[in-house]
C-alpha cells in the first residue's frame, strides 16, 4: 500500500497575516534570570508605554538583564530598571530611559505575587519582553535564587548533555557510511 503524503494546508494571505501577528517577536531577553534563579511560575503581563517607548522597541533596541519588579502598597505592579534607549528620531517628546513603567496584570495575580514575593528568596523577574498582536508584553517569573553550586550543576549538566548530542551526531555519520 502507498503512503500518503501528508502536506500543511494551503493558508490563505488573510491566514498569513493572522499567523504572522499572532507570532511572537521577541526584542529582549533576560538569560542571566534563568541561570541566576529556579522559574517557579510564569506571567503575561501587559505594558504602559509611552510612543517613542514604542517606536524604540519596534527598532528591536531594549535590555532586561538589570531590570526587576516591584509592587507598590496601591495594588499595581511596576517594571524598575529595564533600559529603553531613546528613540533616535524623537524630540521633546522623548522618554527617560530606564523610568519605572506600569504592569498591566490581574488584581488577583498582583495580590498572589505580591503576597509569594514576602517569603524569603522568592522574587519577581522578567524573562523576555516582546509584541503580541501589536502589543507589548512582558513574560514575568516567580522565581527562588539558586545557589552558587545549583549554577555550576546547571551548567555542567548542560555541557554533559551537549557532549552527548555531539557523539550521538557523530555515531549517526558513521552509522550512515
Not at 33 to 47: C, F, M, N, S, W
Not at 68 to 88: C, K, M, S, T, V
Amino acid at each position: 500500500m502507498a503512503k500518503k503524503s501528508q502536506s500543511a494546508p494551503k493558508l490563505t494571505p488573510a491566514q498569513k497575516a493572522k499567523a504572522e501577528a499572532d507570532a511572537k517577536h521577541v526584542i529582549a531577553r533576560n538569560k542571566k534570570a534563568r541561570h541566576d534563579y529556579h522559574i517557579d511560575k510564569v506571567y503575561e503581563a501587559g505594558l504602559v508605554l509611552s510612543g517613542t517607548e514604542v517606536k524604540a522597541l519596534r527598532m528591536g533596541r531594549a535590555s532586561l538583564t538589570e531590570a526587576w519588579i516591584e509592587f507598590d502598597r496601591h495594588g499595581e505592579a511596576w517594571l524598575i530598571g529595564a533600559n529603553i534607549p531613546i528613540y533616535a528620531m524623537g524630540s521633546w517628546t522623548n522618554h527617560r530611559p530606564t523610568q519605572k513603567r506600569k504592569l498591566l496584570l490581574h488584581r488577583d495575580e498582583i495580590r498572589s505575587l505580591a503576597l509569594k514575593v514576602r517569603d524569603k528568596g522568592t522574587t519577581v523577574v522578567p524573562l523576555e519582553l516582546y509584541f503580541i498582536r501589536g502589543r507589548a508584553k512582558v513574560e514575568i517569573a516567580l522565581a527562588r535564587g539558586k545557589h552558587e553550586w545549583d549554577k555550576r550543576e546547571t551548567l555542567r549538566r548542560r555541557q554533559d548533555n551537549r557532549e552527548a548530542e555531539r557523539a550521538m551526531s557523530e555515531a549517526r555519520k558513521n552509522q550512515r557510511y
